[in-house]
């Protein structure tokens, strides 16, 4: 069986950071449990400059290799690995120049060059 894995809010943490961002720019501190909907700029109701200040900071180079693992995410892609073809599913950042280089680098640190390199880049 193949399976496919979504990558951000599955296996890395991306809503932390961008969290920690969103409370940069607005000057106050944001929960998880604020995300109440997909679009997170809608969720902490950033305004246009806010949300754009974000937006900025995402496609700096390095960001999508430094997201952290969600907790147990790796342990759980190699196990279901061991018992399943599985591939990454994720998606580009439009606007960073790095976001595909760095997000193959994030999975083959964390998952090996074998299991991460098994991406498929799709919006």
């Known amino acids: 069986m193949r399976v496919?894995?979504?990558v951000d809010g599955v296996v890395a943490d991306f809503v932390g950071p961008m969290l920690e961002l969103?409370?940069?720019v607005a000057c106050q501190q944001f929960e998880r449990s604020q995300v109440?909907?997909?679009s997170i700029r809608d969720s902490l109701d950033?305004?246009?400059?806010?949300?754009?200040?974000v937006l900025a900071n995402l496609c700096?180079?390095?960001?999508?290799?430094?997201?952290?693992?969600?907790?147990?995410?790796v342990e759980a892609v190699e196990r279901i690995a061991s018992l399943h073809e599985v591939y990454f599913v994720t998606a580009p950042l439009g606007g960073s120049a790095t976001w595909t280089a760095d997000r193959d680098a994030w999975?083959?640190?964390?998952f090996g060059q074998d299991l991460g390199g098994?991406?498929?880049?799709t919006s």
């Open 4 to 6: 496919l894995i979504d």
């Open 46 to 53: 950033l305004s246009d400059a806010q949300w754009q200040y």
């Open 107 to 110: 999975l083959s640190r964390h």
């Open 22 to 24: 969103a409370g940069e």
């Open 60 to 73: 700096h180079p390095g960001f999508a290799y430094e997201l952290r693992p969600l907790p147990g995410a």
């Open 118 to 121: 098994r991406v498929v880049h």
């Open 36 to 38: 109440t909907q997909w």
